[in-house]
C-alpha cells in the first residue's frame, strides 16, 4: 500500500493549509458522478487544492479514466502521489454493468443512439450464463472507435465524431471473474442482464457487451456501468465530490 494520505470514507479531517503536510502526496478515493469526465473530476478538485493549500502548481492526476457514462471509483492523485498512478492504474478492476441485447449503438453505449435491431427472443438467463464462461481468461479484445484510446497521437474518439475511418488494433486483457447477477427485460421490452465483471487494466466494458451480445447470437449494448473495485481500493470507502468539498475534509 502506498505511503500517500488517503482521502476515503475513514479521513479524520480537515486538511491542513499546507501541502508539505503530505510529503507522499494525497491520493482521494472518489466515487465519481453521472456524466462527469475523469477530467472534469481532476480539474475541479486541483482548482480547489489550488484554493485550500495557496498553491498554484499542484500535480493532480487519476490512476485510470472512466467514461462519462460511468459511474464510481475514480482514484485522484496529487502531488508526489502521481509518480505512482501508474502502478495504480494496472491493478485489477471490478465492474457492475447493465447489458441490454437485441440492440446496438455505434459508441457501444447511450453516447449514440441505437443503430441497429436483433433477434432476442432467443435469449436466456441460462444461455448467458453459458456465454460468460467463454469470457473468462486471456483473449484478445478489440477497443470501441468511441473511445480514448491514441491512434497516430489522436483519440480514437476524435476520428469517430469526424466520422473519418481508423482501424483500432485488438489488444490482450484477462477477464478473471464474469457473474450474471440479474436479468430481466429492459424499459424497452428487450432483455438485458446486470453482469459484474473482475477483469485487467485496457479492459473496455463497452467491447464486452459488443462481444457478449455477439456470443449470445444477438446485438447488445451498455446502459449503465459502475466500476466498484480497483486494486486495495473500493466503493465502499470512496467519497463523493460534495462530501470532498465539504467541511469534513476543508475547514470552515
Request: glycine letters at 8%.
Amino acid at each position: 500500500m502506498t505511503a500517500a494520505t488517503i482521502i476515503d470514507r475513514n479521513f479524520n479531517g480537515p486538511l491542513p493549509e499546507s501541502m508539505e503536510s503530505y510529503p507522499d502526496g494525497l491520493i482521494i478515493v472518489l466515487d465519481k458522478p453521472l456524466h462527469w469526465t475523469s477530467a472534469d473530476a481532476v480539474r475541479k478538485i486541483k482548482f480547489t487544492l489550488q484554493k485550500h493549500f495557496h498553491q498554484k502548481k499542484i500535480k493532480v492526476g487519476h490512476a485510470g479514466t472512466l467514461d462519462p457514462l460511468a459511474t464510481g471509483l475514480l482514484i485522484i492523485c496529487v502531488g508526489k502521489a502521481t509518480k505512482i498512478s501508474e502502478q495504480l492504474q494496472s491493478h485489477t478492476k471490478e465492474y457492475v454493468t447493465t447489458i441490454e441485447f437485441g440492440a446496438t449503438t455505434p459508441s457501444y453505449d447511450l453516447e449514440k443512439e441505437i443503430d441497429a435491431t436483433y433477434p432476442c427472443d432467443h435469449i436466456t438467463k441460462e444461455g448467458l450464463e453459458v456465454a460468460l464462461k467463454g469470457f473468462i481468461g486471456e483473449q484478445e479484445q478489440i477497443p470501441p472507435i468511441f473511445s480514448a484510446k491514441m491512434i497516430n497521437g489522436v483519440r480514437a474518439y476524435e476520428y469517430a465524431r469526424a466520422g473519418e475511418p481508423v482501424e483500432v488494433k485488438p489488444a490482450t486483457i484477462t477477464i478473471e471473474e464474469a457473474e450474471l447477477l440479474g436479468f430481466g427485460p429492459a424499459p424497452s421490452g428487450r432483455p438485458q442482464a446486470s453482469i459484474r465483471l473482475r477483469c485487467s487494466k485496457g479492459t473496455y466494458i463497452r467491447s464486452f457487451a459488443r462481444d457478449i451480445g455477439l456470443a449470445i447470437g444477438s446485438g447488445a449494448h451498455l446502459t449503465a456501468l459502475r466500476r466498484t473495485l480497483s486494486g486495495d481500493f473500493e466503493i465502499n470507502n470512496a467519497i463523493s465530490l460534495e462530501y470532498f468539498l465539504s467541511s469534513h475534509t476543508f475547514a470552515v
